[in-house]
């Protein structure tokens, strides 16, 4: 389970816990971190931007990666890095591999647009944050506006060799998976992993297409690893079957700003954190919203026991 | 079947059938029709900013509210006539009207921002087609990146009779139609009624908030009409068995761009129309894309038998 | 004053002239080209994106179109042809060209992100309205949000012999001349003139770079045709001169949406049209707007009699 | 010179010094703040978000905010603290009044749509950063894509009697301040001060309306200075007359990411900084630009001796 060329498997995304009075929950970081593990993923994302990593201070955002790493053990974890400035991505970079992490993620300002600025965007930043660390490129065009063709990542995997993988959250975004597996079948790039993100709605077919899984953060975090497990082992029809056995919850949860809420309900409800508070400024449930969680999970147990509360 | 405020069940979103050239194909204007109507919609939406509406010329646009007015009968159609200026629409809403069409949809153009300017161009919009043309509000904020908080939706609907329906597509959007049916009950906002839309990707829960149907293009409408059927029955957990049956393919098609064509090829292989052929620029499914909707329908079919073919 | 290659001078946009109950004015669209020809204009571009085309029907464009043109004489006509589809780009490309214009302009749909889909719509357009059309590449970011760079202008015209000239509009985009002036040094690309816009805030320096003129409807065009001629003839300092005791006004009437009612009030004090009015919707200048611009033009006039009245 | 309810004149934009080397340069701290008072400012705005902040880190910033506090004497000085999360937001904020800020200034994050949002963003941050520290609004469409309706400043200061300016960048603006000067007389919201930005491009105009001065970074402040002092002494004709030769370099100045480039290098020229260096990633003006804003420079001088170098 390593972070190279031949990484594969689920990345979990991690939430952040507080307190319900706001406050970093370390104790449930461990829990958490432990909950993550006994789920079987290959590995960890932290301070990722569709969570709440931007609400914390600089010394918060530490304590969680030395936290989250002291606890992983042998898992590689990746922390998000990407941030309005180079002076902050360098200094987070550079004190997260000192405290133990596999590698960074980067993902693009909303403000590039043409092919030559996302090439050179990640050339600053891989001089900013130094050609020695690891990095994971975020290509999110539905939050980010930033739209990158497969030439470009291309472009920015070839010119850097410290890239090490596609956190690939494109959508739709299968054809692009299928262009960059044929990049490397003629030659012209070298083997990249690449794992899926955009909350797992399409890994069912993602990982038809080539991808070696997930990275994202949805609360069942085990049918993330046994789909990618069983598509890999040519086990298709179950794969689907598990999948969609999740999907009327795992679009549910994808819904912006209220997917953050749910997943955290869950993850509450599963032990992994004391509290599903966000800090503010953030989304709270419903008593409906709870309420159809709770049908979700529900009709859920009848196939997966893992529901069963 | 009336398009006034007991309004329900299923509008569909009707495609704009093409020969594989390119020309408008008005014959399978008819059986796409004749499809729609055998699957039991309460009304026809046609002309939708969603679809290949903006690459018919003006007297194309009117040979289809035409074709499809002709051969509805007694089946409300709706006209889009979302524009860029007022004297398009206009031209439009009139001569559709006069064809024989029951209401207009409007969206609002994605420069508007503030809660004043939207509800000043819906001013003008009625201004501009006339107080005695019906009309139907559609709200999709990921699309056109136009936020309509639900009291602007409210005052819309309180300044202007001539406002029938809300297509409400916003997303997350489950509060919203909550926050709504408030209104209706705290005496603020007179009885309207709300359709969905999103490719149906929350119906199932859309219903159970108190929506009063769907307005959407998915390939299957007659499952729409069976899950609003079933929902407004008090048949919850059947109204869900259904759709999550359907949701793998629904989700497949709710692909910004990729799903129309996989619109267009179920509705080819249902017979409604000739050709899945999208006029240019369009996108196509790839022989990979096409096999994935195949082992989707396949899988489905074990659920329900009219995705066996 | 021909439309090829060596084409220069300004082109003024031209404003769509409405009696003030919104009615077209065709009388003042006379009046109005006589003005322009008055002023020295090499060419005229009418139906203009940032002007009131969108609220003409399309009979009403046909209507302006002709009246332009039979007007105009010798003077070559562009036609702003920019649509939501391809449908109506060609039905409105054809029969300007029946009519007599010398070409077409096509700016980018907003939605465009990457090099090849700019190329790729460039392509398509092309193909909608055929390539015996010659046109011109809008180049508007700010507006349009699609960002262009010179090697995607210089694949656009070295892919179409039909391209014959670049509306240069970026902000900032002195560079962008420069670096296309390059291209045409090095051989890589064919000349092909360019005409900047941006209401003519940079003209001066525009000029300097390389461009050839103006393409833009600032109220005082026989400014822009001295500042042009004054240019290319090398008396910098004399066209630094003029352009700066006009760039107070020039300012001014760039403010967006503001800026119409400021060009429309001086034309009309100037005798080019018989009314300001602007269809609905429009803005309106306050008065202490007006008297802003009366101010301005007091001031104007102190350095060029043409401002006084 | 107090930062209260009958604060006016000139808030300089202060610049951001680096070393060739990109190292933060302290000295040039010093030299700066000093030039910025013998030009005659009122106050001082630092790590503002068009500038260079974000590529801060934390201490530097704070370095920053002493360096600057240290040497300006009794003059306020304002700290940008707008951030993508309110931990970092408080976390500046804070330090910076303990450090001796008069004040912070917060700008609207992007995301924002609806009237409710942004007043429930301004609420959420005094909540963060405390009702006892002073702040600014600051509302700037064209770079943020926030529309801030008058109406909505209104309520923000009307909610916060910490709210104690406005920076106004909206684009056109002259109206909204007519509007805001509009609720003080009809009593409807208590005397606020209004500070001009854009680059002082309509500051002539501005004043007219009513502003109270300019908040903003021109290469001259001491000219902002003088038209703020003229217009408030009623001397319309002589301020316009002082704006008016600047202009040309006004303009010039206020191209998007040239523009600091330009500012910085008359900065340097005028002997405020050591180098006009921009930490990467930075935009440099070519050889053709420098010669451009010198021959601005020369031309200036003729009307105002300080532009004699």
Redesign the interface.
């Given at each position: 389970m390593s972070f190279d060329q031949n990484a594969h498997g689920v990345y979990a995304i991690a939430a952040t816990p507080f307190h319900s009075d706001g406050r970093l929950d370390l104790a449930s970081v461990d829990t958490m971190t432990d909950f993550y593990l006994r789920c079987g993923v290959s590995g960890l994302t932290i301070l990722g931007i569709m969570g709440e990593?931007?609400?914390?201070?600089?010394d918060?955002s530490m304590a969680v990666v030395k936290g989250v790493i002291g606890r992983a053990g042998a898992i590689p974890v990746i922390v998000g890095v990407s941030?309005?400035?180079?002076?902050?991505m360098?200094?987070l970079a550079r004190s997260s591999m000192d405290a133990g992490a596999a590698g960074v993620m980067i993902a693009p300002p909303?403000h590039l647009?043409?092919?030559?600025?996302i090439v050179?965007?990640y050339r600053?930043a891989v001089?900013?944050i130094g050609s020695d660390v690891p990095f994971v490129i975020q290509d999110y065009p539905l939050l980010l506006?930033?739209?990158?063709?497969p030439k470009?990542i291309r472009q920015i995997i070839m010119d850097h060799p410290s890239c090490r993988m596609l956190k690939h959250e494109d959508?739709?975004g299968?054809?692009k998976i299928?262009a960059l597996r044929g990049f490397e079948k003629d030659g012209s790039m070298r083997r990249t992993p690449i794992l899926c993100g955009n909350g797992g709605?399409?890994l069912?077919?993602e990982m038809?297409?080539g991808a070696d899984g997930a990275m994202t953060g949805y609360c069942f975090p085990d049918m993330l690893v046994d789909v990618v497990r069983l598509a890999r082992a040519g086990e298709r029809d179950k794969a689907?079957d598990l999948f969609?056995a999740h999907?009327?919850l795992v679009?549910?949860e994808q819904?912006?700003?209220?997917?953050l809420a749910v997943r955290k309900y869950v993850l509450m409800k599963r032990g992994a954190i004391a509290s599903d508070a966000q800090?503010?400024?953030g989304s709270a449930l419903?008593a409906?919203?709870r309420a159809?969680v709770d049908y979700l999970l529900q009709?859920l147990a009848r196939h997966d026991p893992r529901a069963a509360f």
């Open positions: 990593a931007p609400k914390l201070d600089p918060e941030a309005p400035g180079f002076a902050a360098r200094a909303s647009r043409t092919d030559d600025q050179t965007y600053q001089e900013a506006s930033v739209v990158m063709p470009v959508w739709p299968l054809e299928s709605l399409f069912d077919f038809d297409r689907h969609d999907l009327p679009r549910y819904q912006q700003g209220v997917g800090r503010k400024p419903t409906q919203a159809e009709r």
